[in-house]
């Protein structure tokens, strides 16, 4: 111990004393706006602890992604078999050469980090504002969101070593900003909600929308909507997992109470799993219940009738939202039988994060898709302003929807109607066009096909050439759920994640129980074979940005995507590729 210390300050003393210290420097990353809604007020404390992130150089990250696609696309001769977490690895570890140069930075600058990736390519190390200022020539300053009065420490730009620069994808936290105004749905109890709607209790997959539903959106009217039958699953290797972050505690008592009203037919006192990293915790005091928690595990729970679901409550020693996600990626992809499907409603607009950090974490849900994993995210509430912004002159894409590598849900609402086509797109769906990744491979003709029903509308404010956002939609307003003992409604993209999600894990149950393998990444298999057997939502757009924002058309669009499921078809389409 003593010598291993005496060794650290030795190293450091030669690295003060050695030119090599003060080399030449390259930017690694920079940007030259401040976000609409942040502040600077000064200099971050030079003691303040920050958890930092370092992405090294990946062997191979095209690889990975023509490996995807294989995997991915019906028809091709590798579709649906996966690859292993050592076949993963051959893409994304490091070279021994990246490894070394890498640890050499560190351990020159006295920095211990530890490998958080199963092939060695993130670590994860502690170090203060004043030494990460000094070995990134970083400039950590605080900023103040307007909105919430929250502080985010940000670097406007960071450098490295120039020799280094080929070795590292990216450092982080540095320059991406996140808004702390993330707000679970509001919540309305259901006593104040006019005219009370009395529990429509089970339908059969065929049978007509209740007419309760046109108020009150209940599992059984999901049920009604999509044709998602209330058997249950029967393949217990098949599992969804739920993402939760910011304190979102997913409360047991509140989902019996869900179960006992809503869902009687499954047997009381089902329930969800826990995993905790990053110092998570599940608070079971029903006053902690947190309404975006409690949705979701209601409505995976209540939804995907018998698949086992596990709640991950992603702690706070991560202050921001990239770096939430991709620690929870890294925490599912380490896992040695992931779950099949994983849905996350959180989120944020692109333009407030790295470039490199967003790029970091879309190529974690390259690696869950090449494993078999469906990732699904919510696509935001905001409209075409963002994920919950309004302060927008051009549109602004949400993150990780921007990502074409996940699938994207965004919300219908009902029309009024109990027959025929009873959704319309939900004004507050987020959808757009990503700045930062192009058009997916998968999904050429339906947006050239979007834009040319557009037109010139809304000209200059979106980028044509971006991935297009979101896949696909589901109800999404009025939802009954319980939270806190109180039984109300919410609305937002956060229930259409986990009702599509749960919809693609009962298919992935049925797959199974044919011996055969889960969808793994969806969009070529949803834009594909699977297209026709969505019911088209062709009416309403998501405003925002003083726009009406873009219009839901026949075919493809960026407000519900392909439109909302079907589960005979979508089940018949993946048993016709699978
Ligand atoms: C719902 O269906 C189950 C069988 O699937 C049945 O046992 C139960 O009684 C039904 N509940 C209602 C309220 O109809
Ligand atoms: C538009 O999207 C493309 C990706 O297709 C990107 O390379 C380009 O930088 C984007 N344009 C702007 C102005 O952000």
């Known amino acids: 111990m003593v010598a291993t210390g005496f060794f650290l300050l030795s190293l450091f003393a030669v690295a003060l004393g050695n030119p090599l210290a003060r080399r030449a420097m390259t930017v690694h990353e920079s940007r030259s706006d401040v976000p609409v809604g942040f502040v600077k007020q000064g200099p971050a404390a030079p003691d303040t602890v920050l958890d930092m992130r370092i992405a090294l150089t990946q062997t191979d990250p095209e690889g990975l992604t023509d490996a995807l696609m294989a995997v991915s696309t019906p028809g091709n001769a590798l579709y649906q078999k996966f690859l292993t977490q050592d076949e993963v690895a051959k893409f994304t570890a490091p070279t021994k050469e990246t490894a070394d140069a890498v640890s050499a930075f560190l351990k020159e600058n ?35 969101e307007q909105d919430s009065g929250k502080l985010n420490l940000v670097t406007m730009e960071y450098s490295l070593p120039s020799a280094l620069t080929q070795h590292v994808q990216f450092v982080h936290p540095t320059i991406s900003f996140t808004r702390n105004t993330f707000t679970p749905p509001a919540f309305k109890p259901l006593k104040d909600v006019q ?11 065929d049978a007509s929308v209740p007419a309760s539903c046109v108020n009150v959106v209940t599992p059984a009217c999901v049920q009604a909507l999509y044709g998602v039958p209330a058997t249950p699953a029967t393949q217990s290797s098949n599992k969804i997992s739920v993402a939760g972050f910011i304190d979102q505690f997913a409360n047991n008592a509140d989902l019996q109470s869900f179960l006992k009203a809503l869902r009687p037919d499954i047997k009381a006192g089902t329930t969800f799993a826990l995993q905790t990293l990053d110092g998570g915790t599940n608070s079971q005091t029903l006053s902690d219940a947190g309404v975006e928690a409690d949705l979701d595990t209601q409505y995976t729970v209540g939804v995907a009738t018998g698949v086992p679901v596990t709640f991950v409550s992603c702690g706070n020693n991560i202050k921001d939202s990239v770096g939430g996600f991709m620690d929870w990626s890294q925490f599912i992809n380490s896992q040695a039988s992931p779950p099949q499907v994983v849905t996350t409603s959180y989120g944020e607009n692109e333009n407030e994060i790295s470039r490199a950090a967003a790029n970091g974490l879309c190529n974690l849900f390259q690696q869950l898709g090449a494993k078999g994993t469906s990732v699904f995210y919510s696509s935001g509430d905001g409209g075409v302003g963002g994920s919950q912004s309004t302060r927008c002159t051009t549109f602004l894409a949400t993150f990780p929807s921007g990502c074409p590598f996940m699938t994207s849900v965004g919300a219908t609402q009902m029309n009024g109607q109990t027959s025929g086509v009873v959704e319309t797109a939900a004004s507050f769906s987020s959808g757009g066009f990503s700045n930062f990744f192009g058009t997916g491979s998968f999904q050429t003709s339906a947006v050239s096909g979007f834009l040319s029903k557009l037109g010139n509308t809304n000209s200059g404010k979106f980028n044509r050439t971006g991935r297009g956002f979101p896949d696909v939609a589901a109800i999404g307003n009025d939802v009954e759920i319980f939270s806190g003992g109180e039984e109300g409604l919410v609305a937002g993209t956060s229930c259409s994640s986990p009702i599509f999600a749960s919809i693609i894990s009962l298919i992935n149950d049925r797959l199974a129980a044919q011996g055969k393998g889960p969808l793994g990444f969806l969009n070529p298999f949803l834009y594909g074979v699977a297209a026709s057997t969505f019911t088209d939502i062709t009416t309403g757009d998501n405003p925002g940005c003083n726009t009406n924002g873009f219009p839901a058309v026949a075919g493809w669009d960026p407000v519900t995507g392909l439109g909302t499921p079907n589960f005979a078809a979508l089940l018949a389409a993946a048993e016709s590729v699978s």
């Open 110 to 144: 006295g920095i211990t980090a530890q490998s958080i990736s199963p092939a060695g390519d993130f670590l994860a190390f502690q170090t203060t504002v004043a030494k990460a200022n000094e070995m990134f020539a970083a400039d950590f300053s605080v900023f103040q």
């Open 195 to 205: 005219p009370l709607a009395s529990h429509p209790g089970n339908v059969s997959s």
